[in-house]
């Protein structure tokens, strides 16, 4: 059964900065991605219906197929009812369309397919904070289906353990050495090729993705997920990091999320609690203003290929957009626009050429290249400097 992961276009805005670059599906909360998640569920690869500058890149499908709302993530009665549904047919669960079986171009005339009922609770993500407010669930979720019927690496007798040992599972080529883990949280899984470096001390939920390394003497506190291809060292808690990004050094981050090749400096730290202790504010692209997240605990939002120096301070409920070089002493603004230079004296445009000479190079390092794809897709975001 082929598959359409559909964006609303108000909740796809509602995750910007991290969505200026990606579908809506293409986010990782838990180890998987959304898309990577359904395609568990369903054995078989999945298709976008995105925003225009987007859909070169991630191609959608335009025959008949089973068209999901993207903020929808999967779990086995879900996967049941969707597969049952046929053509003309749309998924309600509480009054909202999950699903229906159809063309994506149908999405407008979706209310007059037949309707089928949904009973069960859905999980799903509305908010750009929900990534790492519901990671932990997230984690737990991905671990049970992507280690069920197999077996883990064993484990090194260097390696200390709080809880049960049964919640840490190594893939292929996984290591871990003289680490402390503790599972009375939740599960601790290690991607192929990922390294747990010797001094590490973790607290699940954690996943550490294939290869990525958790450098010596980090800590990291649940549900935190580091994805594919990064460098973290010092303090995280509560994160999720997308793939290729690194924090190598020492310094803070917390209750935060970073899209994928950034870089934070040494010393980098974010605030993830105001002294006041009052709700954290952040700017919200879809209604151009701050809004109150409800949380007391919000650090740093950051788009792709944002970068910064060493001693970077970042304010509680910082939302940084896509390509910035943040650097100085102070505060940066809680929120600076996509494709901006500078720090707390002052922002001015990135060039463009500019971040293409230093993403070529960042590639390279990867053993990757850095395609006019994905120049055309930040040009196109840099249009509106958002």
């Given at each position: 059964m082929s598959f359409v992961l559909n964006d609303n276009p108000e909740i796809w805005k509602g995750f910007l900065p991290l969505t200026f670059t990606r579908p809506l599906s293409e986010i990782r909360v838990g180890i998987l991605t959304i898309k990577e998640k359904w395609e568990k569920h369903l054995g078989?690869?999945?298709?976008?219906?995105?925003?225009?500058?987007?859909?070169?890149?991630?191609?959608?499908?335009?025959?008949?197929?089973?068209?999901?709302?993207?903020?929808?993530?999967?779990?086995?009665?879900?996967?049941?009812?969707?597969?049952?549904?046929?053509?003309?047919?749309?998924?309600?669960?509480?009054?909202?369309?999950?699903?229906?079986?159809?063309?994506?171009?149908?999405?407008?005339?979706?209310?007059t397919f037949n309707r089928v009922n949904h009973s069960k609770d859905i999980f799903s993500v509305r908010n750009v904070w929900d990534i790492f407010q519901k990671n932990a669930e997230?984690?737990?979720?991905?671990?049970?289906?992507?280690?069920?019927?197999?077996?883990?690496?064993?484990?090194?007798?260097?390696?200390t353990v709080i809880g049960d040992a049964s919640q840490i599972f190594l893939e292929k080529g996984a290591r871990m050495e003289a680490c402390i883990v503790n599972t009375t949280g939740g599960p601790v899984y290690l991607g192929e090729d990922a390294e747990m470096m010797e001094g590490a001390i973790v607290r699940g939920p954690f996943a550490l993705c294939e290869h990525s390394t958790l450098k010596m003497g980090a800590k990291v506190y649940g549900a935190?997920?580091?994805?594919?291809?990064?460098k973290v060292g010092g303090e995280v808690s509560n994160s999720v990091i997308f793939g290729y990004s690194n924090k190598a050094h020492d310094g803070f981050l917390g209750n935060s999320v970073l899209g994928e090749w950034c870089n934070l400096g040494a010393d980098?730290?974010?605030?993830?609690?105001?002294?006041?202790?009052?709700?954290?504010?952040?700017?919200?692209y879809l209604h151009n203003k701050q809004i109150d997240s409800g949380l007391?605990?919000?650090g740093l939002i950051m788009g792709d290929h944002s970068k910064s120096g060493i001693n970077t301070m970042f304010n509680t409920g910082t939302v940084v957009g896509v390509g910035c070089n943040i650097y100085g002493g102070g505060f940066p603004p809680t929120h600076v626009p996509n494709f901006s230079w500078g720090g707390s004296?002052?922002?001015?445009?990135?060039?463009?050429?500019?971040?293409?000479?230093?993403?070529?190079?960042?590639?390279?390092?990867?053993g990757m290249k850095f395609t006019d794809l994905e120049k055309d897709i930040l040009k196109a975001v840099s249009m509106e400097r958002g």
């Open positions: 078989t690869g999945g298709f976008y219906h995105t925003q225009d500058y987007l859909q070169q890149k991630y191609k959608n499908f335009n025959s008949e197929a089973l068209v999901i709302y993207s903020h929808i993530c999967p779990d086995k009665e879900l996967v049941t009812a969707l597969r049952a549904l046929k053509p003309g047919e749309a998924l309600y669960a509480k009054e909202e369309l999950i699903a229906f079986y159809g063309k994506a171009t149908d999405v407008k005339n979706s209310s997230a984690v737990k979720s991905d671990f049970i289906l992507l280690t069920e019927g197999k077996t883990s690496l064993p484990l090194s007798k260097s390696v935190t997920t580091i994805g594919p291809h990064c980098t730290n974010n605030s993830n609690l105001k002294n006041n202790y009052s709700n954290v504010k952040l700017f919200n007391q605990f919000c004296e002052g922002l001015e445009a990135y060039k463009l050429e500019k971040l293409f000479e230093t993403a070529e190079r960042v590639f390279e390092r990867r």
